[in-house]
């Protein structure tokens, strides 16, 4: 009954049958693929990555083991696993099982998968992933000449599209506005007080959305099956430790040997790592960003300490006691003032990447008087619109400075290439 | 029946099914797929992550005023003046305003009741509409009357229904706690399958996720700094405005200096025991969900328009800024090297001036060439 459980909380797409399982914990070689399959797709899910229905067994074992890998599950015995997928059922389990606590795969997977019926947005200001297209860039050879006209041609494209998105964003925040505002009241959750694009359409037209109401309560019932899920998980982890007594049996000779085996198979050990590069490359940037300040503010310091300590000296009244009063009080207001770089330094606050979704609230305190029966709870995490605005600016400010200071090389090396070429003269806009 | 008011009427219903076309057509993908899983209903999802929106014209206008119009004024008046929504422009409404409201209304009840495909006209009457731009220009004056008549709209009984059963199964979910026995015996599972599986690389991969995190928070240190600094007056008129100043300024100097050993002990654990790297160390994507509260989604508080259009204005920006420096990057890569070997051609004097237009200039603007002819 757990297992069922469990099962009903997974995705309905990654959904194994309860007899995969149990058909794992013997270790049966027919559910091998099944559950190389499972946890593919839910591996997938886990990374936002794509997949197919048809992709090759290699191809989700590779997958599946790197990931793994990659979440510090280095068991040995599923890193040997055949290539092909035709055995180890009972160590993907351990695997799955690990996972579940491990990656809280449950909850993952639930807040990945979760129906949006709101209109939502993402805070996160973090780097887009560029959607890896390797094979394009690897299209033109290195014999293919390609014009620099070309280049500029495709620069003035970006631009042109990047100023009709900000036109479309910006009439889509008209009409988004709008319906806020004028179904203001209407909702059932206080919490949200008005409607959004979806469900003021599902009032129109409540025909085209059969199936969101569908999915709605199937979401339910997935989210019912975690809870049930959650009150029988003591049966679930006493019998995976059963797994764990069977194989502590059995493989005691057996897995002397394989050990050799296997740890030939891990993934091999090289001495260079383009992840770490690419995060001490942003340091090293960094660290001459500061240092630059280092030195401004350290020459503006020595010369206001110096015009400073010449008025005291010159001034009778900074050296009595009054003073001393006036110095504490500025004192108190200067560790006010800087009080918000303290956050500077201890690790950033709560980092939201998720979605958000967008509510209109003019006041900033509203009643929360409970309305007949529906959702509405206090204790709702928000962010407020100024907010991440400011937050915003300041990350602007810092990409620009990033751009200005590349295009500042670029000009340096471009300078030096033109007094090197003969009979012209190149001057700068 | 005024045919100013019928004139609004169908402006404002072809201003919403436009709106709402360019949303079918991103609903059209989830409809068709089997299942949900991962599907979102994209419609309301507003992305500035590059994704250039398909539909190219921006008609998304007065959308709301049209909802509105079908809801009341007050309360729901029982009118069988339904069956008079004839889907075509010549409708009988009776004449005033309120009148207009309240074959709405009847409208609107008729949607309320479990799915009567009654008052198309919504839809119907726009059909015919040819889809022209700037429609926010004349259909601003017509909404300011139609502003009333939203707030009483109410979601159809199936959905509310549905609504509510999966929001209480959220807010349960969230608020669900392990139980003390599952916990200990799922610690007993984990510690004696944690005995065998190896640490090094959940080492690794875990301090460079570390590290990430925390240059995301130090990033932005210098601008903020900067911000300070610019801040403080030249020449502070009191000599208490002087003294502020000076120890502000060696506040800053302190927080400097502080970042600056926190990025060297953080490089030194980058490039610390770089021995045990492997091949398959790159960052995964999606991974930074982290907190503990991930079953529920958070609101983002919005007041007015212009704050919403700013929020949206900086994402892009942002955005578009991510892009222009990883662009940078490459073309320097790419083009510097075309230039930097010597010796240098007479032709490829337009060849520089183009690529320090693009280098140095993001494409906008031109270094002029002048023929050096005073030397020789």
Known sequence: ?429 | PSPKELEELELLNRALEKALKVRKSILKTPLEAQGATGQKWAAGKISSKGMTSKQGRSHRTATGASAREVCAAAEPQETPGVSECAPNQQQSFSGADSAVGKNSIAAGKHLLDAGKKSCGFLAESSKKVDTVGAWGRSTSPGTGTLQEKGCQLKLPLPYRKAYSRNSRAWERCRQCQTSADAAAARTRFMERIQMTVSFPSRHRVQLLCKIEKELRGLQDVPSRLRQYLEAEPADPPTLQGEYESLLTLEGLQTTVSQCLQKLQLLRADCTGDVGSCSPACVPARGQTCDSADMLAVPLLYYSSLQELKDLFALKLQVSMLHQEIALQKVMMAELLPVLEPRPFLEGSAGLLRAIHTQLCEGGRRFPVLVRDELLD
């Open chain 1, 1 to 429: 009954a757990a297992v069922g459980a469990l099962c009903r909380a997974l995705p309905p797409r990654a959904r194994p049958a309860p007899d995969t399982l149990r058909r794992a914990r013997f270790d049966r070689p027919q559910a091998s693929q099944d559950f190389w399959r499972l946890l593919y797709v839910l591996l997938k899910q886990i990374h936002r990555g794509r997949w197919t229905e048809s992709d090759a067994i290699g191809a989700q074992v590779r997958f599946v083991k790197w990931a793994l890998w990659y979440h510090g599950y280095g068991r040995p015995q599923l890193h040997g696993l055949p290539a092909d997928g035709s055995a180890g059922s009972r160590e993907l389990l351990l695997a799955f099982s690990w996972l579940l606590h491990g990656l809280r795969l449950l909850e993952q997977l639930l807040a990945r998968n979760r129906l949006q019926t709101g209109d939502e947005a993402s805070v996160c200001t973090c780097e887009d992933e560029l959607p890896s297209s390797q094979e394009d860039a690897a299209a033109a050879g290195p014999e293919d000449r390609v014009d620099v006209r070309y280049l500029q041609w495709l620069n003035g494209r970006l631009r042109l599209q990047w100023c009709s998105l900000h036109a479309q964003h910006q009439e889509q925040c008209k009409l988004l506005h709008k319906i806020h505002l004028f179904t203001s009241g209407s909702h059932m959750d206080q919490n949200l007080g008005h409607f959004s694009v979806t469900e003021t359409d599902l009032i129109r037209q409540p025909e085209n959305y059969k199936q969101l109401v569908q999915l709605l309560e199937s979401e339910a019932m997935q989210l019912e099956a975690f809870l049930e899920w959650k009150r029988l998980e003591p049966v679930y982890w006493q019998w995976m430790e059963t797994v764990l007594d069977d194989m502590a049996e059995e493989g005691n000779v057996s897995e002397s040997q394989d050990a050799h085996v296997e740890k030939r198979r891990l993934p091999e050990v090289t001495s260079c790592c383009p992840w770490a590069d690419k995060l001490t490359g942003q340091m090293d940037r960094l660290s001459r960003d500061l240092m630059a300040l280092q030195e401004q503010l350290h020459q503006l310091v020595a010369q206001r300490k110096a015009a400073w300590w010449e008025k005291v000296a010159a001034r009778e009244e900074l050296q009595k006691e009054r003073f001393s009063a006036t110095a504490r009080k500025i004192q108190e207001s200067v560790e006010l003032k800087l009080g918000g770089l303290t956050s500077l330094r201890a690790p950033k606050k709560k980092e939201m990447h998720g979605s958000c979704r967008l509510v209109l609230r003019s006041k900033p305190t509203a009643s929360k008087v409970g309305f007949g029966g529906c959702v509405s709870k206090e204790a709702v995490s928000a962010v407020g619109a100024a907010e991440v605005i400011r937050e915003l600016q300041v990350r602007e400010t810092s990409l620009q400075r990033e751009l200005e200071q590349l295009r500042q090389e670029c000009r340096h090396r471009l300078d030096e290439i033109a007094e090197g070429l003969q009979g012209v003269i190149c001057i700068s806009p």
